[in-house]
């Protein structure tokens, strides 16, 4: 998955401040040469765990590897995609662990801490910034006494970057049987099905993206039209989300998916961090909003002063009369 | 067979809804003017939980909710829903716990409730979107789980089989009983009060309400024992103090801020006509449209 990718690169980054190794775990089946996929990524130790039982996904084997894993090697940071997979597993190490764990990140830096109640300080540790509270702040959390500090960071927001085509790391083939106990395969997968995305919003050039202020699912379908004319893709706000005007795969935000498009028209979004998180890196944004005090307009390039549905037929319509 | 569901439930400031006085000029969060709601994928979970013991005549539904004193009211939501009885967790000590303190907390109030068979809550809570608490406190009880459920399709011999969200799709899973599940916010909604259970437990309090109040029929609540909601401090529960709370949280806060963003230079401009096609034209001739 991307998301491995991306926190391999940040995981180098770390590793490079901290004068430490990078390290990684690949579980699962037909691992044959994953090695050419990821040590490009600056990975020095990579720990390959292959098995039959251990794909698809399930929360105990894969919680076995890890603990187990851990105790030997005491690694000081651990970094997990905030996949439904890593949100199953993540918890469950951490609190086999006593570690701390702090879900989708959408920064990771080390710094030192003063705990001036016990007048202590800690040198490099991870500091974990994440929005909380619906989004409306914005946390840095920091684990000083439990090892591994953990934590989850969503797709798309690291950037993945390979370091050297010929890094050299070395591989260790883990014998499965000494991590995972028989009992710890009882959860049997039935059925299994998986479908392509049905958007692609991590790709599109041009977003439309719409909030609680579009006002209605009627009128996100002129979202949709806008979309149609520009050849773009049509994102959505949680608050929209959570109101039934788009699904949930269009959510865009810390809890959703981050983009960084050429161009992304906010319509009738208030621009809460959770949000902005999601599209802060977009090269242009343009804000449709009645409210001329919304938020989102203090990070748009162009802010249009008006409804969603006075402005969008317009849009559509002048953009048809002047673009051949 | 009758089975017996605990369901984990938290009252949660409804941040979905945040205006401009949420807030404080300080940077806090100004608890008071956000209104205390049952976390929507609890409720989803409750429902799961229904529809079971719908499914199995003779199961229970116990509520478990931690929190402070109004969160009775969370107990008193499902009751009026069909549950059968709830436990509140409530001590000064449980405060400021992490996800890891809290599911440690509940943890111990399961094995106090004993032989449960499942335990079900929602994927995740609105005020902290982590997700966490359901897979922790299955590792604390040493249960497996299955997490982002959208349906519980049946239990039976000793078996559970869930249909649930991957990345990217579905699965349906089978696995052993006592588990953990959590609920995702797509699963079916749950039912509204029903009127007659209303009128039951309208009068239900916690010891800390009836205290509070000031009570006209205080007979009531020896003749009709399910009117008494059952609070639980660190104590009741046998939980070791070191592991609750901000004690038993190894995450700590360091710092919290309101983000003032880098204002960009902007142009605001009317949705008049000629604006409106003015800025098209720039678009499509920057290339950033067309």
Redesign the interface.
Known sequence: ?DVSLELLTKGRSLANQLKCQLEAIVIGKNLKGIEKDLIPYGVDKLHVFEGKGLY?Y???PH?SILVNLFKEEKPQICLMGA???G??????V???L???????CTALEIGD?E?KKEGKTYKNLL??IRP???????????????RPQMATVREGVMKKQILASNYKGEVINHDVKKFVADTDY????????????KNNLKGSP?IISGGYGVGSKDNFKLLFDLAKT?NAEVGAS??AV?AGYAD?DRQIG??GVTVRP??YIACGISG??QH?AGM?ESS?I?SINND?EA?I???????????VE??IP??IK??K???K | MSLKIVVLAKQV?D??N?GKD??KAD?T?NRAALPAIFNPEDLNALEQALRLKDAHPGSTVTILTMGPGRAAEIIREGLFRGADNGYLLTDRAFAGA???AT?YALATAIKKIGACDVIIGGRQA???????????V???LGM?????AEEIIAVADGRI?VKR????????????LPIVITVNG?AAPCRPRNAKLVQKYKHAKTITEKQQGNLDYTDLYDRRDYLNLVEWSVADVNGDLAQCGLSG???????????V????E??????G?R???D???E??ANH???
């Open positions: 998955m698809p399930t929360s105990l919680t996949t439904v997979i949100r199953d597993l993540g918890p469950r951490s609190s086999a006593t570690s701390g764990l702090t879900a989708d801490h705990d500091y974990q909380a509270f619906g989004g409306n702040i914005v946390a840095t959390i920091v684990n000083p006494e439990h009882v959860i049997e997968v039935i059925e299994r099905h998986v479908e392509k995305a041009i520009l949680r608050a959570d949930h810390q809890t050429k161009l809460q961090i902005i802060q242009m343009i001329p938020p307009n203090t990070i748009a390039d162009y802010v249009i002063n008006g409804t006075e402005v317009k849009m002048f953009y009369q002047n673009s | 400031p941040t979905r945040v949420a807030m940077g969060i992490d996800t890891l599911s609105i005020d902290g979107d982590t997700a966490q608490v359901g897979p922790q299955a590792e604390k497996t789980q299955i997490t982002y089989k969200h991957i990345d990217g799709g579905v699965e349906t899973v089978e696995g052993p797509s949280s190894p995450t700590k806060v360091k710092a919290v801020q309101n983000i963003f880098q204002a960009k902007n142009k605001t401009i009317g949705s006509d604006e409106i096609e800025l098209i034209v678009l499509l950033t449209i067309g």
